[in-house]
């Protein structure tokens, strides 16, 4: 996916921005960029972060970089920010998007005179510069920032800096969180709430769905008002968001307590520990254990000083294997037990497997498996949250084809994703057998939107039930 952090200060802002954007790390594996405004203008630097952390590759610019304002991010994907230089001025823009339309727009942008777009290897479209593009199309920036939010079909929010500032944006859905911070001259905007906390910065506001605002390093001004309708990521809480994160004023570690008590609730095995696969499934397990009064425990521990991020590498075949050779079990706690694993999601299945296996060979009398959240069923449309190429990835959906003998209609899925139904159990009964998990029960949908406490109509659930 991918995080973004920018500050506009009377001192020299760079010491805040670098810890700031490394403070994104978790959401992305592939880019890293930072860029600064100051007497001399801008200043960018941006680096591949795939094989060594965002720290030690921008450890010499931070040296070499001065200035008073500057935005960073963390992406996925495209390299950014990028510096563009058009009738509004220059400025350095970064994106966190899913842009589903963007052949539309590139199409829609070329018969309006655009004249090209550089393509990034493998012959795709920057969507960052599609993005300034779009705000160009308009005389005001404000009105060009309006424009892009509204001509997205998926998900955009996004910093921009020119010499009067730093120009925050929320998604007009809110599907990702844009904060601002505050301190003694200077303010902050990020993905992150807990990301300026250690650099002395307090919670000044949380951008609504569609709000822009502008800081300097002495005010934050609303240029757009926010709309009234959400829909920010379920997921956030379930997986994407650091444990030390809150949205919308929800903290993700106890959301995640939350579900994992909710889970107990329902549950009728009785296994001996209960524990969390690292990292993203142990707070859920936390919250089984205590609700449950099962112990909890660590039966195999992930190695982190060189393989400190979940997503590394990129390609698939090579993070499944990094996957498994991360895990190292604790023998004495595994031998001759009945284990009751939490994890936050199966998506493929294929790592969970082999957990599953690894653990069988340890010495596992039984794995019983616990997803935090109801089995996937659509591919999201508004986050970068696999790298998958289809819907049929999903173990789910590949049960389901099977099962349906490939007549698989919406009416149909929507019978799957009910846990009332035949239906549902049936393809539960396949992936646990597919997966030779000893028992297999997912986390409901409605528990786990209980479990964050907001009005339900503020949540996004399409991955689970196709519904926007």
Not at 85 to 100: L, Q
Not at 192 to 205: M, P, Q, R
Not at 330 to 350: A, N, P, Q
Not at 424 to 435: D, G, H, S, V
Request: proline share 4%; glycine share 8%.
């Amino acid at each position: 996916m991918g995080g973004f952090f920018g500050v506009a200060s009377k001192q020299d802002c760079v010491f805040d921005l670098f810890f700031g954007i490394d403070y994104h790390s978790h959401l992305g594996t592939r880019r890293g960029g930072m860029t600064v405004y100051g007497e001399d203008g801008f200043n960018r630097a941006i680096h591949n972060i795939e094989n060594s952390p965002f720290r030690t590759k921008f450890d010499k610019d931070i040296h070499e970089m001065h200035g008073n304002m500057g935005i960073g991010c963390i992406s996925d994907y495209e390299p950014q920010p990028l510096l563009v230089r058009s009738h509004h001025g220059t400025y350095a823009i970064a994106t966190i998007s899913k842009i589903n339309n963007i052949d539309e727009l590139i199409q829609e942008l070329f018969n309006t005179g655009h004249a090209h777009f550089l393509e990034m290897s493998g012959g795709e479209i920057n969507a960052t510069e599609l993005v300034a593009a779009l705000i160009n199309q308009k005389d005001s920036l404000i009105e060009g920032i309006r424009y892009a939010l509204d001509s997205v079909d998926g998900s955009l929010s996004l910093l921009l800096m020119n010499k009067r500032g730093i120009y925050a944006a929320r998604d007009k859905y809110g599907r990702t969180p844009v904060v601002i911070g505050k301190k003694e001259d200077a303010f902050c905007a990020s993905f992150e709430n807990f990301a300026y906390k250690n650099l002395g910065y307090s919670d000044y506001k949380e951008l609504g769905p569609g709000e822009v605002v502008v800081i300097t390093d002495e005010t934050c001004h609303t240029l757009v008002d926010p709309n009234k309708d959400m829909k920010i990521c379920t997921f956030l809480w379930v997986y994407y968001g650091y444990p030390s994160s809150s949205y919308e004023g929800v903290s993700v570690e106890k959301m995640r307590y939350n579900c994992g008590a909710k889970m107990a609730g329902r549950d009728n095995v009785s296994p001996d520990i209960v524990a969390g696969v690292p990292d993203s499934g142990t707070a859920h397990a936390v919250g089984y254990a205590n609700e449950s009064g099962i112990p909890f425990s660590r039966p195999f521990i992930k190695y982190t000083p060189t393989w400190p991020r979940s997503f590394m590498p990129t390609i698939q075949s090579k993070r499944n294997l990094i996957a498994k050779m991360k895990l190292l079990a604790v023998d004495e706690l595994i031998k001759d037990k009945s284990l009751l694993l939490i994890d936050d999601s199966i998506v493929r299945g294929t790592q969970l497997r082999e957990t599953t296996e690894f653990l069988y060979q340890s010495g596992a009398k039984e794995v019983h498996i616990r997803p935090a959240c109801p089995p996937l069923l659509f591919g999201c449309k508004y986050l970068n949250f696999s790298r998958s190429s289809s819907e049929m990835d999903l173990i789910a959906r590949r049960v389901i084809e099977r099962l349906e003998n490939g007549n698989v209609t919406d009416e149909v899925l929507k019978e799957y994703a009910d846990p009332e139904t035949e239906k549902y159990e049936n393809m539960i009964e396949e992936i646990r057998k597919e997966l030779n998990f000893t028992t297999l029960r997912y986390n409901r949908l409605d528990d786990m939107l209980d479990a964050t406490g907001l009005d339900k109509c503020k949540l996004c659930t399409y991955c689970w039930n196709g519904q926007e």
